[in-house]
């Protein structure tokens, strides 16, 4: 009887393949083995005789995989978490005397509505404990950080989350739009109508490129619809700055929009309702499921992410400081500038 080829995969083999399947390069996945290229180059050959398959394909200049390859990533992915939670030697999580970093990445627009509450939790009880909290990379960065254990966890609002990740349900907050005082919309206490919110310009933290990824458009797109986005900025914290100063609608979740408000002059209005609601969810990686040190980090942003839901209603300490605005009169431009 002839063995299958399958039965020569090992677990080196395994997670050689996941490294070149997941930084897609041969001389990536040599630097990060510590091996010599033509070594990797071999391997990748002995994985194509052993699946049958190309497994990485040439376009352009860059290296991508393959139905097949694709598929795999994910296996390998799965497979090498579950032996790596089985056969790591499980330690009891002291966080009163732990001096382990986390790596958090999240979207910007909780960054200072959740992350203060979030450290503050932490340092009270762990005090050696430091976060290292840095905002949501590229797809395939992400995916690679988590199966790599760079990244320990993830907070995201896209419209679909990977599935093949663990992930909870934390947060859900109603959408609202933000608009400065000379706006047209500024004295209305109606709901925006779709059609409405369609003819507007609008400011948003999410690159055109990455439209799908946003939860207003990504939404918009599943409704067959547009929106006409004038500017996009890279930070949350610039968005309140450019508002006074246009009249773009900026959409954002309401805890952030109440928090805003308190320092800037803004109206907040409740957008279409074809939006729905905007979600936030904690994702990780199936290779730490079962680490105590991971439970416990899981454990205080659901705790933080708890005190919120039942804090709703209740007004967030406002962002530091006040807007100034600025004059618009052109024969007033010497003049003092009057503190809202």
């Not at 009163?96 to 627009?109: K, L, P, W």
């Not at 406002?318 to 600025?326: C, D, N, S």
Request: glycine letters at 4%; one cysteine or more.
């Amino acid at each position: 009887m002839t063995a299958h080829p399958i039965g020569n995969l090992d677990v080196r083999l395994m997670r050689t393949l996941l490294i070149l399947l997941t930084e897609c390069s041969v001389s990536k996945t040599a630097d990060i083995l510590g091996q010599a290229q033509p070594t990797i180059s071999l391997t990748l050959k002995r994985l194509r005789e052993i699946f049958d398959d190309p497994l990485l394909v040439r376009s352009g200049n860059s290296l991508v995989p393959t139905e097949r390859g694709m598929d795999l990533r994910v296996a390998m992915e799965e497979i090498l978490g579950r032996i790596d939670t089985h056969l790591a030697r499980r330690t009891n999580f002291n966080p009163a005397s732990s001096t382990r970093e986390f790596h958090i990445v999240t979207t910007n627009c909780l960054g200072t509505v959740f992350l203060p509450p979030l450290i503050g939790q932490i340092s009270s009880v762990a005090p050696k404990v430091s976060l290292d909290v840095s905002p949501i990379p590229e797809h395939e960065d992400l995916l690679s950080g988590l199966s790599d254990g760079s990244i320990d966890a993830v907070i995201g609002n896209w419209p679909r989350p990977p599935e093949h990740l663990r992930m909870v349900s934390i947060l859900t907050t109603d959408i609202v739009c933000l608009v400065r005082p000379s706006h047209p919309f500024t004295r209305r206490t109606d709901r925006i109508r779709m059609d409405e919110y369609l003819l507007e310009k609008h400011l948003s933290p999410t690159s055109r490129r990455h439209a799908h990824l946003s939860p207003i458009d990504g939404r918009l797109i599943e409704l067959g619809l547009t929106r006409q986005i004038s500017a996009t900025v890279p930070e949350y914290a610039i968005a309140p700055y450019i508002l006074a100063q246009s009249n773009l609608l900026f959409t954002t979740g309401r805890h952030f929009a109440e928090q805003v408000a308190q320092s800037f002059p803004f109206a907040v209005l409740d957008a279409p309702e074809e939006l729905g609601k905007m979600h936030f969810y904690l994702l990780w990686h199936e290779r730490n499921h079962h680490s105590s040190d991971q439970i416990w980090l899981r454990d205080m942003i659901k705790k933080v992410a708890a005190s919120m839901r039942s804090l709703d209603g209740i007004t967030l300490p406002p962002l530091p400081g006040t807007y100034t605005v600025p004059s618009l009169q052109v024969n007033d431009a010497l003049a003092p500038r009057r503190a809202i």
